[in-house]
């Protein structure tokens, strides 16, 4: 089955650092990966998707994330943290006719 | 805007109460799902539904039932409620053609304590 696996619960980043969280998948055919975004007392939302047209990815809010099949990793970043990009982040692939999600990044952003 | 919307933001009942929890989209989607999202956990999958009146176990289907009578509604129901589904309980909607491009619509969220 598929499978995303989230190291590091929380993230920890200095206002106008890179954001980088990563996400590794498991998987016996082409995946199909995303990312979602859940603001404090919100559902959540969606920053990007990976579906084989391209490696590299680019989402909403400056968020961006690169499809590497050799390391089977599909890591999201971001050049400059904001104050506004603190929230919950998790990675999710697609198999067996639903999403499967990875545990969650908790980011916070230190002024 | 299309919307996933759940009936409570938050609850709180007593252990062994039947509970339910409602679901509503406007997106006309056949595709609706329950996940429980508990800290360090994640996103977990309880139950889904590709159409009116189907239902397929997800990951962690035990001590929840479903029903699905209409298209744009999905209820989860806990049958006899206690401390252990204390959790934020998430509903989604897809469409079945188009979910691997636009993915899933998340409702809010129920917070749901049971004391």
């Known amino acids: 089955a598929q499978s995303v696996t989230q190291l590091g619960s929380h993230v920890s980043v200095s206002e106008g650092a890179l954001v980088l969280l990563r996400c590794n998948y498991s998987?016996?055919?082409?995946?199909?990966l995303f990312w979602y975004v859940q603001y404090p007392n919100q559902g959540l939302q969606l920053l990007l998707k990976?579906?084989?047209?391209?490696?590299l990815v680019k989402g909403i809010n400056g968020f961006e994330a690169e499809f590497k099949k050799s390391e089977t990793s599909f890591h999201l970043t971001k050049p400059s943290a904001h104050m506004s990009d603190a929230a919950e982040y998790f990675c999710?692939?697609?198999?067996?006719?639903?999403?499967?999600f990875g545990k969650g990044n908790q980011v916070v952003v230190i002024p | 805007d299309v919307k996933v919307t759940q009936s409570s933001r938050y609850l709180v009942k007593r252990t062994g109460e039947k509970v339910f929890l409602e679901c509503v989209q406007d997106?006309?989607?056949?595709?609706m799902f329950w996940y429980r999202q508990d800290p360090g956990l994640g996103l977990r999958l309880i139950y889904f539904?590709?159409?009116?009146?189907?239902?397929e176990k997800g990951d962690i289907p035990e001590g929840y039932s479903v029903s699905r009578e209409k298209k744009e509604r999905f209820s989860l129901i806990l049958e006899s409620a206690s401390t252990n589904q204390t959790s934020m309980y998430l509903c989604?909607?897809?469409?079945?053609?188009?979910?691997?491009?636009?993915?899933?619509?998340f409702g809010s969220g129920t917070r749901l304590t049971v004391v």
């Open positions: 990976y579906t084989s047209a391209a490696t």
């Open positions: 539904s590709y159409d009116v009146k189907m239902k």
């Open positions: 989604a909607s897809s469409s079945r053609m188009r979910q691997l491009f636009y993915g899933y619509t």
């Open positions: 999710a692939v697609y198999g067996n006719n639903r999403l499967a």
């Open positions: 997106m006309d989607h056949e595709n």
């Open positions: 998987s016996s055919v082409p995946p199909y």
